[in-house]
């Protein structure tokens, strides 16, 4: 009896001692944010074929031959990606007649051969909607693995910083969270630009920087020195 008192008055004696030996933990939620900048290297264009017809056969099919005609000269092309985008078909204004639509999309990293390109669908009576540059999916995706990089890097120093200034120490990061989305710039606004001369001139796409944020959210842990 007295060795099971004796087993438990040491336990119960320890139990302080444990406590105090726990540390106390502060926890300091951070967000930093970094940009990046590249140059472009792609350049997308979208057009539109759109046909106005007594009926819905006959405007749809304007509208096919339009788009594979454009298919066609986009194919030829060899440094040019092409693509179709939605159809619409619908009646007219007041109910009179019909309208189709479709667009289809121009991608290149060779800007001369592209811009040619969209003059020659736009010859053909297609309308241009959207003309910009981007980065293709690998460059943006690079330069967003840099931002995340940087961000996280300045949530490092900054943590240690305002540790020191609570005379406390970085015992680790409980949680990260790293937003780098992937956002593609704006196209550049354009009016439905048409072009009825064989030989026009292209349009002009001058090349902008880009701009590659990400933020990083973390939850710091801070000990006592």
């Known amino acids: 009896m007295n060795r099971r008192l004796l087993i438990l008055g040491a336990v119960l004696a320890t139990l302080p ?9 502060t926890a300091l939620h951070l967000s930093e944010t970094a940009e990046v900048t590249r140059a472009p290297d792609e350049v997308v264009a979208t ?6 017809a007594p009926t819905a056969a006959a405007a749809q099919e304007a ?4 788009i594979a005609a454009a298919v066609t000269r986009a194919q030829a092309v060899s440094s040019a990606r092409v693509s179709t985008g939605g159809y619409w078909t619908g ?3 007041e109910g009179r007649g019909w309208q189709a639509a479709q667009s289809v999309t121009l991608r290149g990293g060779e800007a001369p051969a592209l811009l040619e390109l969209t003059a020659a669908l736009q010859s053909q009576g297609l309308a241009l909607q959207h003309l910009t540059w981007t980065l293709t999916r690998d460059a943006a995706r690079q330069a967003r693995e840099e931002a995340s990089r940087l961000a996280l890097d300045a949530l490092r120093r900054r943590a240690d910083a305002l540790a020191g200034q609570l005379n406390l120490a970085v015992a680790g990061i ?4 790293i937003d780098a989305p992937d956002r593609s710039p704006r196209p550049m606004p354009t009016a439905a630009m048409r072009s009825s001369a064989s030989g026009a ?3 002009v796409a001058i090349a902008e920087d880009i701009t590659v944020p990400a933020t990083v959210e973390a939850v710091v842990v801070l000990r006592p020195r």
Do not use: I, Y
Not at 17 to 25: G, N
Not at 63 to 66: E, G, K, P, Q, T
């Open 201 to 203: 001139a292209p349009p």
């Open 17 to 25: 001692a444990l406590a105090v030996a726990q540390p106390v933990e």
């Open 47 to 52: 057009l539109r074929a759109e046909a106005r």
């Open 63 to 66: 509208v096919n031959r339009a």
């Open 91 to 93: 009646r007219g204004e």
């Open 174 to 177: 409980r949680e990260v969270r």
